[in-house]
Every structure is written in C-alpha cells, then in structure tokens.
C-alpha cells in the first residue's frame, strides 16, 4: 500500500523534478502538455476504462464505492478536475490534488464478491495499492499515446521516451516510485503486453455490468455513439474483448473506421481555441500572468471539469 508517509516522499521527489511553481509539475516546454492538451485524447477514455476494469480489484471498486451511476457526468467532470489539476495546475495546487486523491483512494477498501483469476473470493483489495495503481497508471499513458498516434503524426522514439520519462512524474502523484515503474519505453511495452496476456486481467461479471452500464449512457438522454462504442471495442485486445462479451461485427468496424477517417480530416483543421482542452488554455493564460481566465476558456473548463476554473479546490 502507499501510505501518507510514501505518498509526501514521493511528492518531494515531483518537487524537485517540477518545472516551477507557477509552470506546474511538466510546463509549456514538456511532452506531457503537448499530448495531453488535445481534445482528441478523449477517443481513448473508452479503451483506457474497459483495461481498468478488467483488474478485479478495480472493477469491484468502481461497482462498490463509485457514484458513476448515479451521476455519470459528475463522475467524468471530478476525475479530469484532479488529473488536469495535476497536468495543468500551478504546483502547489498539483500536490493538493494528489493529497486530495490519496485520501479519497484510502476510503476505497473492501473484499472480492467471487473468485477470478489468481484472485480468491473475499480477498482484499485497496485502491492505495501498488500494483492496481501501477495498471491505472499505464493505461493512461499508453492509451494516450496510442489516439495520439491515430489522430496525429505519431511520435519519435526520442519523443515518447521523454513522454515516459515525465509519466514517472505523473505517477508520483499516485505515489508510485521510480523502482515501481518501468525503466523505459521498452520495458514499459513488456509489461502492457505481459499484463494483457496475465491471468491478473480477469473481466468479473461485475466488470461486464459496470461496462455495459457506462456505455448504455446511465440516462435516457445520455447515449454513448455507436462508433466510439465500437472505437473502444476495436482497441481492446481480442482476449478481453471476448472476455466483456462485447459485440463487433463488421457494422462496428467499419463505423468506427468512417469516425476515425471524419475526425482526421477535421481535427488538424480546428482552431487551437478548441482543439485544446479548457485547463491548458488556463495554464497559458496564469504564465502570462492571469490569473483569471477568459470567457472562452472557462466555458470550455465547464465542459471538461464542471466548472469554470481549475482554481485551488484541492487546498481545502
């Protein structure tokens, strides 16, 4: 488990590595906000929650302690709140809203409803731990990366061993230690590969009803399109799309395809008032020394996090 001890350790490690206090942990000149500032990265969400999903431990957490149900929309505005918080924030807002999220994991604790994989029924799991963290963790960046590469001119090797080298930033704000990541890009692909074909990755029956929950929309008004379905299926590998039991047939692959091929043609051409997420635009805005955004940005911060400012929220 990562404990508050660990967790501060790791801190003032990020500290150190940080750009500056007003630049945040990665700054205008890192890999890290030139991929994570594009709108399309969103593509991947889909992807990036099925892999978390199929950890148990994961799965039984979201089902047991989330409100994602009830209040899908909130669930999404609350979890890009902290991340862009930690991508985009000042500093000392950064490490408020790993603290914040430290002591919100530290409440998720409970036991396996049933046996899966290497996992017995009634074994504990936490979401403080190590190796669930380590998993959410690389789905994110890998999943990133991977929409990066579809939408976009794909990245240098160069370049994305400098996008691994900051994740180990961003996963210090988990707690995670440089000992607990990969050494590199390779070794990061070696262990993506060795976890997909892992009997760790066992998709629960909860798992199966968290997904077909999450992308039935939670709300009659609220649907999940067709082709990010079937863009989220297609990017799975085929074990654990089997495994969720989900539908995709040659209809799936082709309207995801068409979507792919619409959003390529289209994304480049965008202005970068709207290609890029609210929160960066907030960043540019604080390093030229305002600290209140403008109009346009705090309309799409409310798209992206709920409201209209990443602020100091995490401070309280």
């Known amino acids: 488990m990562v404990s508050a001890s660990e967790l501060e350790a790791a801190l003032d490690f990020v500290r150190v590595q940080a ?16 991929i994570d500032r594009e709108a399309v990265i969103f593509l991947g969400a889909g992807r990036a ?53 430290h002591r919100r994991h530290a ?34 960046v890998e999943t990133a990366l991977m929409v990066h590469d579809m939408i976009l001119p794909p990245l240098s090797a160069e ?4 996008y691994w080298a900051e994740s180990q930033l961003f996963g210090a704000l988990f707690g995670l ?8 890009w390779e070794s990061f692909v070696a262990y993506n590969e060795a976890m997909m074909q892992s009997g760790t990755l066992s998709v629960t029956d909860t798992a199966r009803e968290v997904a077909g929950q999450i992308f039935a929309g939670g709300r ?22 089997t495994c969720f039991g989900l539908a995709f047939d040659e209809r799936d692959r082709n309207a ?8 390529r043609r289209l994304y480049s051409a965008m202005p970068a008032r709207l290609r890029y997420v609210g929160p960066y635009h907030e960043a540019q805005a604080r390093l030229q020394g305002r600290p209140r955004p403008g109009w346009a940005t705090r ?16 401070n309280i």
């Open 19 to 34: 750009a500056g206090s007003a630049e945040g942990i990665f700054g205008p000149a890192s890999m890290t906000w030139r």
């Open 49 to 101: 929650l099925l892999l978390q999903l199929a950890h148990p431990w994961v799965a039984a957490a979201v089902a047991e302690h989330s409100r994602t149900f009830a209040d899908p929309i909130g669930r999404f505005h609350r979890t890009f709140d902290v991340v862009f918080t930690m991508v985009f924030g000042s500093l000392d807002n950064a490490l408020a809203a790993a603290r914040h999220l």
């Open 107 to 140: 409440t998720i604790v409970g036991h396996l409803p049933e046996a899966i994989g290497p996992f017995a029924s009634g074994s504990p799991y936490c979401a403080n731990e190590v190796a669930a963290l380590r998993w959410v963790h690389a789905t994110l």
């Open 159 to 162: 370049e994305r061993e400098r």
């Open 177 to 184: 230690k440089p000992t607990d990541l990969s050494a590199d």
């Open 220 to 241: 009659p008004w609220l649907r999940i399109p067709r082709w990010y379905q079937a863009l989220s299926t297609e990017l799975l590998p085929d074990r654990l799309r």
């Open 256 to 263: 995801a395809e068409r979507a792919l091929a619409r959003i």
């Open 299 to 314: 309309c799409l911060n409310r798209a992206w996090i709920g409201r209209p400012q990443l602020g100091d929220r995490w």
